[in-house]
């Protein structure tokens, strides 16, 4: 679990320059009874100096989230309330929908259910994969997975004991998943399943339902522990 923390820490990072410290919205299936991974998240963002609000998925508030009178819809507002918003996989993914796709602030989920059309479809589909412990990384020259080594047989090693990921898949099977113009994968799972365990897209890039990106994604293999 703590591996999972460095990692998103390191990814939490990007949004913010040194010293910054941001808002960060925090979407939870139950806010009242956090999971250990979602505490410990929280925890070290908030030790970090960043202030965390918590928000349950069955009354979060898109428009004053994103800042928007209606974020899917919308065009983009600069008056958003958070600067960046963080959706664990303990959301109903039909309780977030596509509530935050034109929202102009940046996004880190692990939620496979959102890598749907109209959603935040970053690759074609997503679905969960049961008994992992590590990933493969494909490019260690990306910020987000900068220097990050594999071991030559567990690969990159985010859990001590192997628990179910939301992973991003091609629709057909047997290959990567397609994703959207301008989305890159730069890790994979580690059976050979053609998986994908971390996406990120910039503004400017489109989704593959053609709906555009208009601030940082990030798509990270993570559980509900």
């Not at 941001?22 to 250990?36: E, K, M, S, V």
């Not at 049961?130 to 047989?153: E, G, K, M, R, Y």
């Not at 059976?191 to 208009?214: H, K, N």
Request: include cysteine; charge should be negative; hydrophobic fraction near 45%.
């Amino acid at each position: 679990m703590r591996m999972r923390v460095a990692l998103t820490l390191g990814i939490v990072g990007l949004f913010a320059a040194s010293g910054w410290a941001a808002d960060i919205a925090f979407i939870a299936g139950d806010p009242a009874n956090l999971t250990a991974g979602e505490q410990a998240l929280i925890d070290d963002l908030q030790f970090l100096g960043h202030t965390v609000t918590l928000f349950d998925d069955n009354t979060d508030d898109p428009n004053y989230i994103a800042g928007c009178v209606n974020p899917a819809q919308s065009p983009p507002c600069d008056d958003y309330n958070f600067d960046l918003l963080i959706i664990s996989s303990t959301v109903g993914s039909n309780n977030i929908g596509g509530s935050y796709r034109l929202a102009n602030i940046p996004i880190i989920f692990w939620e496979s259910g959102l890598l749907q059309a109209c959603r935040e479809q970053l690759a074609e589909a997503g679905i969960n994969m049961a008994d992992q412990t590590s990933i493969w990384i494909l490019d260690n020259t990306h910020p987000i997975t900068l220097d990050l080594v594999n071991d030559p047989v567990q690969g990159y090693v985010l859990f001590t004991d192997p628990i179910t990921i939301h992973v991003a898949v091609s629709e057909e099977g047997g290959d990567y998943p397609a994703v959207g113009q301008g989305v890159e994968l730069l890790a994979t799972d580690l059976t050979g399943a053609f998986s994908g365990t971390i996406l990120a897209a910039e503004a400017g890039g489109t989704r593959v339902d053609g709906t555009p990106i208009l601030a940082r994604r990030v798509f990270l293999s993570f559980g509900d522990d």
